[in-house]
């Protein structure tokens, strides 16, 4: 069992740059291949970023490759998403996840067993 729990959120202009972390307690990260998905009022969760377990890559989705960057403390068990250049298109909340997807499925939100609370970014000027 994993328990992930997100913070960092909050309120920023277009252009502006946020940090989001993910702490786990209960196990241990290691294991799980980890991810970021955001969730817009009336949309369908969305693959935002994630770090597979298997080979070590890191994954991002086409609308934040080059603005967002996951990075993994292992030895806090902490996963970052520092986001760049933020827009109001990525205003919604965001949540962390961890799972065993394999390589195809890795941004299908299904795939994942523990998901956190979330964190709520809002771009706006």
């Known amino acids: 069992q994993v328990q992930l729990t997100e913070a960092g959120g909050g309120s920023v202009q277009p252009g502006d740059s946020l940090t989001l972390s993910c702490a786990a307690s209960?196990?241990?990260?290691?294991?799980?291949?980890v991810a970021w998905f955001r969730q817009a009022p009336g949309k369908d969760r969305e693959f935002v970023a994630a770090?597979?377990?298997?080979?070590?890559?890191?994954y991002y989705a086409d609308s934040v490759k080059g603005r967002f960057t996951l990075s993994r403390d292992n030895t806090m068990d902490t996963v970052n998403l520092q986001m760049n250049r933020l827009q109001p298109e990525d205003t919604a909340h965001y949540y962390c996840?961890?799972?065993?997807?394999?390589?195809?499925?890795?941004?299908?939100?299904?795939?994942?067993?523990?998901w956190g609370q979330g964190t709520q970014v809002t771009v706006s000027s």
């Open positions: 209960g196990n241990s990260l290691n294991s799980y291949t």
């Open positions: 770090f597979h377990r298997s080979n070590r890559h890191t």
């Open positions: 996840a961890a799972g065993r997807p394999i390589l195809s499925s890795l941004r299908d939100a299904a795939m994942y067993y523990y």
